[in-house]
């Protein structure tokens, strides 16, 4: 929102020194504050072992004519339908299908356009079930979370889980992914336990937190995301799109796994498990490069950059 | 995200009771409880007292190709800005010129793609100031907040001002409107007072509240933003377009009272000073339909809908 020429700022943030330590691990203790950097400085400082590939087994790309739709799954969160989306994009169930409903501010979902008529509708093939239970959330043992400092709101603690958004309640032992743009879920009906994985949808909007614990959460868009969230807005009732010729066809949608080596995306995401990540969290928190005049002191799951490189700048 | 025959679902919330009321006067009693409706029911239960016209002199239209965007100004909050954006209008600065920037996640921008280039810029015209100063924040006084229950995390106190999602600090006696999805700013340099609001800019993302307080708001689209949030993403550092073809041209931006009646947007929005305004605001807090097995208990002043009607559909 500022002028062109100052476009090098909204990259560069100079973080106050930490006050409220960030722990990788829960109620681990406070790590000892860093001295303030920006968000570049943090990613230039980084080390091999800051960054992960993405496991082709969790990894799933949305062709369009346009580009791929890179998409980490979160078996960690939703084990069934992570298996069931495996054995969808190998029996190639969305190849062709499209993407039905644009909701501005809100989500843009696909699966087949058929899905409510039994006449017409695709099958889902080989090893899919039909009917999965509601994975809405699941106990925190053997997950560690890099923790927010500030308070959450929407749940009694928030922060980050093996590269997801997430929250958790400690008192009830659950933990459960955020609805964060980039947020990919299963459309589901009226019954907790109607998603199957077929039907997904992505937050293009202000975080509908709303929805945390009231769907099951698949994973997070990766890369690509602009290419879903530019599309025309539906017109239909809930953004859906009126006619078929304004859906956006679905080439495929691959597991990684399924996809010669040579064709996949050659990216590598910063971990957010480790001390740099929580460095990189505070220079968000608290920027106080020349642009900023007041560092907000604050931030919000959903304000966190998760960033992406090419496999290529890895370093030994 | 649920499936296409459920779209009834997500217009309609069922409310629980009111737990935590909201005042629509700061440190007003609590309104009596209501009983628990949906937003639906909320806004049929609507009087004609509980919506307002806009005032031609605070509503900008932003003329595209594809249709009109409204804007409301905010003279409250800025008004040496909004002096200046109406005379900019008057002088059909923003005509002919074009929206420059589509920053995925994060803001689009309009102005003279030309402004950094004496020799090209377009002349501002009459009655237009070059330097303002920053309208980041206001004195309390005089401003009713219609407060949220729930705290904010970014600001002490968050409500709606006058239409607006605002914030305050009551220690301080400061109040600004909130960076929400639809919010209007004015692009800057480096220096605090480099706006004059012939750049602007609208959030189209998750809400960037580090903003506030360091940048000067000017309002919010009421209409329209699917215009604006849909545009393909530019492909320069920050979303800048990287060529003047892929810019979507200005028809023009005019001054609803520069415009003939007969052209002027038949529409009304819901005040949100009301104890209706109130009742909305829990019916999206805790929604208890068939589709949410658990109501959230909380909300965020950029979750809360901003109902827009055709004045046609006005009770007397």
Not at 41 to 60: H, M
Request: glycine share 6%; charged share 20%.
């Amino acid at each position: 929102m500022h002028r062109k020429r100052t476009t090098a700022l909204l990259a560069l943030a100079l973080s106050a020194a930490i006050a409220a330590p960030l722990s990788a691990q829960p109620n681990a203790p406070a790590a000892a504050p860093a001295k303030a950097r920006t968000m570049q400085q943090v990613i230039d400082a980084s080390q091999a072992s800051d960054w992960r590939a993405l496991d082709p087994d969790n990894t799933l790309y949305l062709e369009l004519a346009r580009g791929r739709v890179v998409i980490e799954l979160a078996p960690q969160f939703a084990p069934e339908h992570v298996a069931n989306i495996r054995a969808l994009a190998h029996n190639g169930y969305w190849n062709g299908l499209s993407i039905n409903r644009s909701h501005d501010n809100y989500v843009v979902q696909w699966g087949d356009a058929d899905s409510e008529n039994p006449a017409k509708r695709k099958p889902f093939g080989k090893g899919v079930k039909n009917k999965l239970p509601a994975e809405f959330s699941r106990k925190s043992a053997g997950l560690a979370m890099t923790v927010l400092p500030d308070p959450d709101g929407w749940a009694p603690q928030a922060g980050f889980v093996a590269g997801f958004a997430a929250a958790r309640d400690s008192d009830k032992g659950d933990s459960w992914l955020a609805h964060c743009y980039g947020t990919v879920g299963a459309g589901r009906d009226l019954a907790a336990d109607s998603s199957n994985g077929a039907e997904l949808y992505v937050v293009i909007g202000q975080s509908p937190r709303h929805l945390d614990l009231n769907i099951t959460t698949v994973g997070r868009v990766i890369q690509g995301m602009e290419l879903l969230s530019a599309l025309p807005r539906g017109t239909g009732p809930l953004g859906f799109y009126e006619t078929a010729a304004e859906r956006t066809p679905i080439r495929a949608i691959r597991l990684a796994a399924d996809v010669p080596q040579a064709e996949r995306a050659k990216i590598e995401v910063l971990r957010t498990d480790t001390p740099l990540f929580a460095d990189l969290i505070e220079s968000r928190r608290n920027r106080q490069d020349d642009f900023y005049k007041r560092p907000a002191g604050h931030i919000n799951i959903c304000n966190v950059p998760l960033p992406v490189r090419a496999a290529a700048a890895a370093k030994s």
